[in-house]
């Protein structure tokens, strides 16, 4: 399986909603990312775990909340959206192993189209 | 501040062509370069990458040509397909660092 998936693929919400957001990978990869694409751009980084504890949260409002359950499974929680919040939201995968071959295997899923009304 | 600078911003190449994609970078502790094909709803699909110590890289119909002394690296897609068609973006990262610096990205456009 070389595959990152990732559930919904489209999602609509409002304001006031709280939905969540999951990727899962079964590659072995110890590092999961979270990222933010808006139209026409390139993708943006939210949150790294590495080995499953968050390495990186790039001064993402609290609005989003990630959780690494276990090595397979990346979830964000999304409370309060703006409708600027709209966008793909990306999940991607690397080895992780922290040998300098980290980002190996670099792999993004399909993504999640959130449209927040 | 944009780490890694594409150009260009969308191009057009019949059906058969080479197109021509270029990406600059500045910090010097780059050491990885991937370059991602991405079709409208898809998450972007590693394409091919490539390590400093190495000037270039082909696979198939693509080839990586990377100068580290004018730290700059380009993408040529060769015998350009209707397929082809999508929004290709460099990215840049460092030992150590598991962020991509991507760049803005090129939509490129094979006519038929």
């Known amino acids: 399986d070389t595959e990152v998936t990732q559930t919904p693929k489209h999602l609509v919400m409002g304001m006031t909603n709280k939905k969540s957001l999951k990727c899962e990978q079964h590659?072995?990869?110890?590092?999961m990312y979270w990222y933010k694409q808006k139209a026409k751009k390139p993708p943006e980084l939210m949150f790294v775990?590495?080995?499953?504890?968050?390495?990186i949260n790039e001064s993402v409002p609290s609005r989003f909340s990630p959780e690494c359950p276990n090595s397979s499974l990346l979830n964000l929680h999304l409370h309060a959206l703006q409708p600027e919040d709209s966008a793909l939201y990306l999940c991607?995968?690397?080895?992780?192993?922290?040998?300098?071959?980290?980002?190996?295997?670099?792999?993004f899923g399909s993504g999640t189209r959130l449209t927040v009304v | 501040q944009q780490q890694v600078k594409q150009s260009p911003q969308s191009l057009i190449v019949q059906k058969g062509g080479i197109s021509i994609i270029n990406c600059a970078y500045e910090n010097t502790a780059f050491d990885y370069f991937p370059w991602y094909q991405q079709f409208p709803g898809k998450g972007p699909a590693l394409l091919i990458a490539i390590r400093p110590d190495v000037s270039e890289k082909k696979e198939g119909r693509f080839t990586i040509s990377f100068n580290k002394s004018a730290k700059q690296f380009s993408l040529h897609i060769m015998d350009s397909q209707p397929g082809d068609s999508a929004t290709y973006f460099c990215a840049a990262s460092f030992v150590g660092d598991y962020k991509l610096s991507f760049g803005a990205g090129t939509t490129v456009t094979v006519r038929a």
């Open positions: 590659m072995g990869h110890r590092a």
């Open positions: 991607a995968s690397s080895q992780g192993n922290g040998l300098g071959t980290g980002r190996d295997g670099y792999t």
């Open positions: 775990y590495s080995y499953e504890k968050l390495s």
